[in-house]
């Protein structure tokens, strides 16, 4: 979905050695417009005086996020509610999109459009305010896997509400809050005191940037075979999921390095 904004790369010829992450190398993206989940969750929980907090990674997400919630604003496919981004680092990056729309696909008006449809938090004093508002409004905030940012503060204040509702929308690590808060934990721990979680949690799991098994695969085939391909950034089972696929489609000589261990390129 940041291809909405980003433009896609071009397969390129690797040299003889390949490092290839694996994020989703074992499931594909449900085949869903990430539009209508997004637009489920926000009616939903607007139907419960709710809040949707949205832990979300400031370059690429949070934008596509603006991008996406602005159009269903405009076409009346969610209500005309307050949407905050509160991420500095968030927003210095939006800031840059406007000035070079000419690098990406969306353009000038669609660009005004982003900065138009979200209120954006500068400081701490409006961060924290935010906390003391319970009428119906969204909050993206960093960071994505809610590990940190502004979102855990959000999260003690809004989590414990049924009406309320978390929503992620990319690949939560193991050991993190948010793999936590999507395995059903009852709480979670923030600032040395666990929070009750009773809000709704949803994911949107084909709005993250990272490619599925099957876009890997075929990005690959598109290449020239390098002489090894390490296969990296992946929980195990991923991991070793792509390099089975690439092995047995593409004849590519794979490994999935251990922690710490070196490998000498010759």
Known sequence: ???VIMKPPTPRQPADFLVLESTYGNRRHPPEDPA?????VVKRTVERQGVVIIPSFAV???QALMYYLGKL???GRIPEIPIYLNSPMAVDATRIYTRHHDEHRLSAAECDRLNKTVKFVNSVEESKA???RKSPMIIIAGSGMATGGR???HLKSFAPDARN????TGFQAGGTRGAAMMAGAPAVKIHGEYVPVRAEIAMIENLSA???AGELVDWARACKPPRKTFITHGEPAAADALRLRLEEELRWDCVVPDYLERIRLD
């Open 1 to 3: 979905p940041e291809d």
């Open 36 to 40: 209508d989940k997004l637009a489920e």
């Open 60 to 62: 690429g997400r949070a």
């Open 73 to 75: 604003q405009a076409e």
């Open 130 to 132: 935010l906390n003391n």
């Open 151 to 153: 979102v855990i503060h």
């Open 165 to 168: 509702t978390v929503l992620f």
């Open 210 to 212: 990272h490619a599925d």
